[in-house]
């Protein structure tokens, strides 16, 4: 038995070595207040403002446009309800999809519900794709937000970001509504994808430095700087009085790092996991019988994937697979104290109990081809094992 083989990288990544030296020495000498008129506070100030700067560059961005968060939900929520409640006098009509993550899907439903915003759920087809003339029919005279994820932290399924960014700056601009602002949740893509935010038409763009081989703790949200947002909270000047707080300087180091680093290797290191992602697939598919490949076969994330093993619960595969030094996951980590289904996965028009069965794994900077050939040797045995003491059977006809 292997001792380890880590496939939850869309869950959390480990620290980079290089993101660690960075930050080290924000986390002993130079431990000055950003926002102190002394030397020492001086040099930390000096220090984030590169920082800010380097993120910008990788970006196509304005430095004044990075906002520091405390991660990837705070800067969702930052965006969705920020915008809506300083923009209502423009409308309240927002649009996203279905298989959002929750920190999007949440503040929507509290706008809905709590603050009088009517919200648009986009259907995705069955691979998880979205659109852009979906969209486009969903626009109204009232829209003001449409929030759209680039990469399905579950699925894997790559939407097509630059295109739906391009047609509603179009319609914004034929019908006059300049409120219309497009934001997208790129997480899961920061390793993986361009995030150049002219080319993808966003004005406003979600990242998370855990995702990243960064530090936990951080994420940012690209805020084009014509947009106005409410804060959330309130006490000081930082982040422009959007986001204020003492900034957490060493997360912002490591976060300027991590993200110079995987965007720089991002072409290599999606050439190498393809490979390794589509012969995890083939050996599960073609040593379990009754299996379904969710999310997009061709447009997905390089590391991603998810598959439904039927007649189980994807639950008890995950702690049989940690017995053997297997860490997966059955979809997000947000989520993993419910024991609810993977709204993802109904959304796609699949029933609870394949729902039930899907397992995710996430491939990262560690994965090597014997890890991926010990999955597929580990795998069958549990699941037939699984499968001998379940009741449950699942129609045919969702695996076909």
């Given at each position: 038995m292997k001792s380890s083989v880590y496939l939850d990288h869309a869950a959390t990544t480990p620290l980079h070595p290089q993101v660690y030296e960075a930050m080290l020495p924000y986390l002993t000498e130079s431990f000055g207040n950003p926002s102190s008129f002394h030397s020492i506070g001086k040099t930390v100030k000096d220090a984030i403002d590169k920082a800010r700067e380097q993120i910008a560059a990788l970006l196509n961005a304005r430095s004044d446009e990075i906002l520091f968060t405390s991660g990837g939900t705070e800067s969702d929520n930052l965006a969705i309800l920020g915008y809506a409640r300083k923009n209502q006098d423009q409308g309240k009509h927002l649009i996203t999809t279905r298989i959002e993550h929750h920190a999007v899907l949440e503040a929507m439903l509290h706008l809905e519900k709590?603050?009088?915003?009517?919200?648009?759920?986009?259907?995705?087809?069955?691979?998880?794709?979205?659109?852009?003339?979906?969209?486009?029919?969903?626009?109204?005279?009232?829209?003001?937000?449409?929030?759209?994820?680039?990469?399905?932290?579950?699925?894997?399924?790559?939407?097509?970001?630059?295109?739906?960014?391009?047609?509603?700056?179009?319609?914004?601009?034929?019908?006059?509504?300049?409120?219309?602002?497009?934001?997208?949740?790129?997480?899961?893509?920061?390793?993986?994808?361009?995030?150049?935010?002219?080319?993808?038409?966003?004005?406003?763009?979600?990242?998370?430095?855990?995702?990243?081989?960064?530090p936990k703790g951080i994420g940012l949200l690209y805020l084009k700087r014509t947009i106005k947002l409410q804060p959330?909270?309130?006490?000081?000047?930082?982040?422009?009085?959007?986001?204020?707080?003492?900034e957490h300087v060493s997360g912002i180091i490591g976060m300027a790092k991590a993200l110079e680093l995987v965007q720089k290797d991002r072409e290599n290191e999606s050439k190498r996991l393809i490979p390794l992602r589509d012969r995890l697939i083939a050996g599960i598919q073609g040593s379990i019988k009754k299996t379904r490949l969710n999310g997009h076969p061709q447009q997905r994330l390089p590391n991603n994937v998810n598959i439904s093993l039927m007649d189980i619960e994807g639950e008890a595969l995950i702690l049989y697979l940690d017995a053997h030094g297997i860490y997966a996951s059955t979809g997000s980590a947000c989520t993993s104290a419910s024991l609810d289904p993977s709204h993802v996965i109904l959304a796609l028009g699949l029933p609870y109990e394949v729902a039930h069965g899907s397992l995710r794994f996430t491939l990262g900077h560690s994965t090597t081809k014997e890890d991926i050939e010990y999955v597929i040797d580990t795998l069958p045995p549990l699941v037939e094992k699984l499968r001998s003491l379940s009741p449950v059977r699942v129609d045919e006809k969702y695996f076909l």
């Open positions: 709590k603050e009088g915003f009517e919200v648009t759920y986009l259907e995705t087809d069955r691979d998880g794709l979205v659109f852009p003339e979906q969209v486009e029919a969903a626009l109204r005279e009232d829209t003001l937000l449409v929030s759209i994820m680039y990469a399905n932290n579950e699925i894997g399924t790559i939407e097509p970001i630059a295109a739906i960014g391009n047609m509603i700056k179009k319609w914004s601009d034929a019908h006059k509504r300049p409120a219309l602002k497009f934001h997208t949740d790129a997480c899961q893509a920061s390793g993986y994808l361009d995030l150049d935010v002219e080319s993808l038409h966003v004005d406003m763009l979600t990242l998370n430095g855990s995702k990243m081989y960064g959330l909270q309130f006490g000081g000047s930082q982040e422009r009085a959007i986001r204020p707080g003492t």
